[in-house]
């Protein structure tokens, strides 16, 4: 890692009064929204509301400081929204993580101690209920730790300089993140070279471009609740059919809550990329996997794909794309196993869960080998092929979907054979 990508040149625009309180009346609009619609909860207008006011003193701030009042503001938030016991407990887990990374000694001990840490605290996991413990402690250890970590070693041991301390606790200790357990995987060096990089109006007005798109979509979601067919009298082809989609739909909460985070990121200049683009319109299963959950997309890509196929590259190009696909996503199911553990404190270890990545896993095995043997632009022109794709993609997504939310197989079965589903 370069000194300039870890300390990229700052290039945000002179603050300007008319539009500051453009974005600011935006913003207060939104904040209306939420408390009126009744949006989430309490805390997340607690949010909501602590996010404008950093934004509107980060705005006026000298370039200089807005990046160090961030990292502070988000830390001084932590004791606002989760307590002085959990958050002084994530920040002695963090410094820990970050003594051990910078210990002078080899660099496979340090990684060995870091796992043991990690261990411990999957140990501690179980201890739910104990005095000393704040009430959803671990799942936020978990939300913030158990796949960034892995993400900022891996930059850490490919970097020429030491991280720094203010780099480390602004990439993990993200203001949104105390209030979503399901967060995007930021990327530490997109994090790092995101500072600065579009002007601060233009930055601000993204954030709130996507927070408005996550809260239409929460606002659907609710909607999707309330209409959704109960899959124990699904008897008829339209009722399986309507589940099967409204249970696809449930998704958006995910992908709403996503761009609401990053959103809020982007208040206070720091330009990272959109977490979703149009899921449902994917013409493809590679497609979709490029299109939803882009951050866990890039995140596998870049710690298991890449460096898997660029090694059996000599083998062929098709034949390592087949195994580094396949091992990429045994590591999807295995992390999303994983994932479980932190925040329900159970692993997700079912049979329609392994089949849902094992199927989805095949299919994209298929559709890569597909688009590099006969590879096309990827444009949005519409034609009649796209049609076609996006429709087929759809049917096939939503009764994957349907499966991987179903209690079990059997009650799958019955419920796609017209006989009602079951628990």
């Known amino acids: 890692m370069s000194p300039e990508a870890t300390n990229p040149p700052i290039r945000w625009q002179s603050s300007r009064p008319v539009r500051f309180l453009l974005l600011l009346a935006q913003l207060v609009g939104l904040a209306f929204i939420v408390h009126l619609w009744n949006i989430e909860s309490t805390l997340f207008e607690d949010l909501v509301l602590l996010s404008i006011l950093g934004f509107a003193i980060h705005y006026w701030l000298p370039v200089a400081w807005r990046y160090r009042f961030f990292v502070g503001y988000s830390l001084a938030c932590a004791f606002v929204i989760l307590g002085i016991k959990a958050s002084c407990g ?13 210990l002078p000694i080899p660099w496979w001990l340090r990684i060995t101690m870091v796992i043991l840490l990690g261990v411990a605290l999957m140990v ?3 201890l739910v209920g104990h005095p000393w413990v704040a009430d959803g402690f671990w799942p936020l250890v978990g939300s913030i730790f158990m796949f960034r970590t892995i993400v900022y070693i891996y930059d850490v041991r490919h970097a020429r300089n030491p991280p720094r301390l203010i780099d480390f606790l602004g990439y993990f200790y993200l203001l949104p993140n105390y209030y979503f357990m399901l967060f995007p995987v930021v990327d530490h060096q997109t994090f790092l070279v995101a500072r600065g990089r579009k002007p601060l109006d233009d930055c601000a007005q993204t ?10 979509q929460l606002i659907l979601y609710r909607v999707v609740v309330l209409y959704i067919p109960d899959p124990m009298t699904a008897t008829t082809i339209p009722g399986v059919a309507g589940f099967m989609v409204m249970t696809y739909l449930l998704y958006l909460r995910v992908s709403g809550q996503f761009h609401i985070a990053i959103g809020m990121i982007h208040l206070f200049g720091i330009d990272l990329p959109e977490t979703h683009r149009k899921y449902l319109l994917a013409s493809s299963i ?4 490029r299109r939803i959950n882009i951050y866990w997309k890039d995140f596998i890509l870049k710690i298991f794909y890449l460096p898997i196929f660029f090694r059996l590259r000599k ?6 794309a087949v195994i580094a696909t ?10 999303h196993a994983y994932q479980t553990y932190w925040l329900l404190g159970v692993p997700l270890l079912t049979l329609p869960d392994t089949l849902f990545w094992a199927i989805l896993g095949f299919l994209m095995v298929l559709s890569s080998i597909r688009e590099m043997k006969h590879p096309r632009p990827h444009d949005e022109s519409w034609s009649l092929g796209r049609v076609f794709g996006v429709i087929v993609t759809f049917a096939v997504i939503t009764t994957l979907w349907s499966l991987w939310n179903t209690p079990s197989l059997d009650a799958w079965v019955r419920m796609i054979s017209l006989r009602g589903g079951g628990a």
């Open 326 to 335: 396949s091992l990429a996503f045994f590591a999807t199911w295995a992390l």
């Open 124 to 126: 501690a996991r179980t």
């Open 286 to 289: 590679a497609d979709f996997w």
């Open 90 to 102: 994530l920040f002695l887990i963090g410094l820990l993580i970050y003594g051990l990374l910078r």
């Open 315 to 320: 083998r062929g190009e098709i034949q390592a």
């Open 207 to 216: 954030g709130i471009r996507w927070i408005t798109r996550g809260i239409v």
